[in-house]
Nanobody
Framework: QVQVVESGGGFVQAGGSLRLSCVAS????????MGWYRQAPGQQRELVAR???????SYADSVKGRFTIFRDNGKNTVYLQMNSLNAEDTAVYYC????????????????WGQGTQVTVSS
């Protein structure tokens, strides 16, 4: 019913920048919050950034001032602009879309993307 697809991961040197994209598609009534999470090898998945449908944002302390989350509601897309990357940012980054389906417009569902690898060389 719903597809969430990330892109934009890759290899980058420390201090560099990268932009991740996530597109949600399917029988969607509306998209509420969207966010980015990451998971490094041997670690738990953690919140990186979230954004509401109105544009309010929140960030993990470790990325404040370096990462920016923004969205294009017309394209059902959320982005994560990552600047001043360091080795600690190396992880698989996952997109989360909290949305309502056309069939159940009064119930919020969570959908995750497949993840995209970000590797930062030290």
């Amino acid at each position: 019913q719903v597809q969430v697809v990330e892109s934009g991961g890759g290899f980058v040197q420390a201090g560099g920048s990268l932009r991740l994209s996530c597109v949600a598609s399917g029988s969607i009534f509306s998209i509420n919050d969207m966010g980015w999470y990451r998971q490094a090898p041997g670690q738990q998945r953690e919140l990186v950034a979230r954004i509401t449908s109105a544009g309010s944002t929140s960030y993990a302390d470790s990325v404040k001032g370096r990462f920016t989350i923004f969205r294009d509601n017309g394209k059902n897309t959320v982005y994560l602009q990552m600047n001043s990357l360091n080795a600690e940012d190396t992880a698989v980054y996952y997109c989360l879309a909290k949305l309502r389906l056309l069939a159940t417009p009064y119930y919020e569902n969570d959908y995750w993307g497949q993840g995209t690898q970000v590797t930062v060389s030290s």
